[in-house]
């Protein structure tokens, strides 16, 4: 039935986190010796777990940025580019990791990127998509179509392909944390491949809670999934309305749409920014939300992420307006080296992508950064 779902040939429960999954899907594709080329936006555990196997990995890195650097992005030209160029330089590579969705909302259209790939001669049948805040995008005809496991017209041109997703269903679903799961479609021994390598990495004894978390959630959204989907948009439209008739002095919602001109490039409707800095820093706002029992997802440098899942409802949004309308009231305000090479991968948690690679510079803007992270309550790791 979940596979059904999706789409998808065969579907795994993993009950060890997306970072066991992502291990998982990894070992099922890759061999001995195999050249991959990973996005350099992806989770930690994709770089870990590339970095300690036989293959030989270069980095796809972002060539798209906002204005402030805090959100990256890669141009489908720059992918095509770096493919081709390793495949003429004698280092085709047997598999691509690309990450699906970002932790701040922008969502690539996986379909019609693999598409362009193959026609443009691509010789690379073996693909990972890390899709791990993706869930709920198969339950919205406004999503759907750029959802991973939506390749059937590819499959009939391209026999050979082998695509395999992974999801932290917890993310945007109603299951339990470290529930997560692996699609797959493409030959027919795909999903032999996957069990395999599930056989190999994951605990014998998986957590029968997470699993009947992720079998509920399935059912749930197998029978109400669209209209919950709807229901998240819904929100997102009444916090705008609400927004709208408050005339709070200064708060605007950030334009979701930072590389509209790359049509590969979409946004999480689910997702807003709101800037802030007319009323305070991020980090003032965001402690001040704490206080009246709001939880910000995410905030860049004064613009503030809220996530409006299928787990909340109109209430909460209400909430939510009203302490940003008492907050404008009481209106906060705003009072305005030496270089090293990094041993390791340093990695600001949440999202968990290496903001530092081994081997790069860590300048002043680095530990600037590194400095406003810690100081927003983010967990940095040296690994």
């Not at 701040?104 to 998509?129: K, M, N, Q």
């Not at 590969?264 to 939300?289: F, R």
Request: hydrophobic residues 40%; aromatic residues 8%; proline residues 4%.
């Amino acid at each position: 039935m979940t596979a059904g779902l999706y789409n998808a040939d065969a579907s795994f429960y993993i009950t060890g986190g997306t970072s066991t999954a992502n291990q998982i899907a990894i070992s099922a594709l890759c061999e001995k010796d195999y050249i991959i080329l990973a996005d350099r936006n992806c989770h930690q555990s994709v770089h870990f777990h590339t970095q300690s196997s036989d293959a030989e990995v270069h980095y796809l890195y972002p060539d798209l940025r906002t204005e402030d650097g805090e959100i990256s992005a890669w141009s489908y030209e720059h992918l095509e580019r770096t493919l081709l160029t390793l495949q003429q330089n004698g280092k085709a590579c047997d598999m691509v990791i690309l990450t699906a969705q970002s932790y701040e909302g922008i969502i690539y259209d996986i379909p019609s990127v693999l598409e362009r790939l193959l026609a443009a001669g691509i010789s690379t049948r073996r693909f990972f998509i890390d899709e791990a805040w993706g869930s709920l995008n198969y339950f919205s005809e406004d999503t759907r179509p750029l959802t991973t496991m939506n390749i059937a017209p590819l499959l009939d041109k391209y026999p050979d392909l082998d695509v395999v997703c992974t999801h932290s269903a917890h993310k945007s679903l109603f299951c339990l944390r470290q529930a997560s799961i692996i699609h797959c479609r493409g030959t027919p021994g795909l999903p032999d491949r996957i069990e395999t390598a599930k056989y190999r990495i994951h605990t014998t004894s998986p957590s029968y809670p997470i699993i009947a978390s992720l079998d509920a959630a399935q059912a749930v959204m197998a029978e109400h999934g669209s209209e919950l989907a709807a229901h998240a948009r819904d929100l997102v439209s009444n916090f705008f309305n609400g927004l709208s008739s408050l005339k709070i002095a200064g708060i605007e919602v950030v334009c979701p749409h930072f590389f509209s001109s790359h049509n590969h490039i979409h946004y999480d409707p689910t997702k807003v920014m709101l800037n802030v800095s007319s009323l305070g820093t991020g980090a003032e706002i965001k402690k001040y939300l704490c206080e009246e029992n709001i939880y910000v997802k995410r905030l860049l440098n004064n613009v503030l992420l809220f996530n409006f899942h299928i787990g909340i409802n109109n209430q909460a949004v209400n909430s939510l307006l009203s302490a940003l309308n008492k907050i404008s009231q009481s209106k906060i305000v705003n009072t305005p080296s030496e270089m090293e090479v990094s041993e390791s991968f340093i990695i600001p948690y949440p999202p968990g992508v290496p903001l530092v690679f081994p081997g790069e510079i860590i300048d002043d803007a680095i530990r600037n950064k590194i400095n406003e992270y810690r100081k927003n309550g983010f967990l940095i790791i040296a690994a």
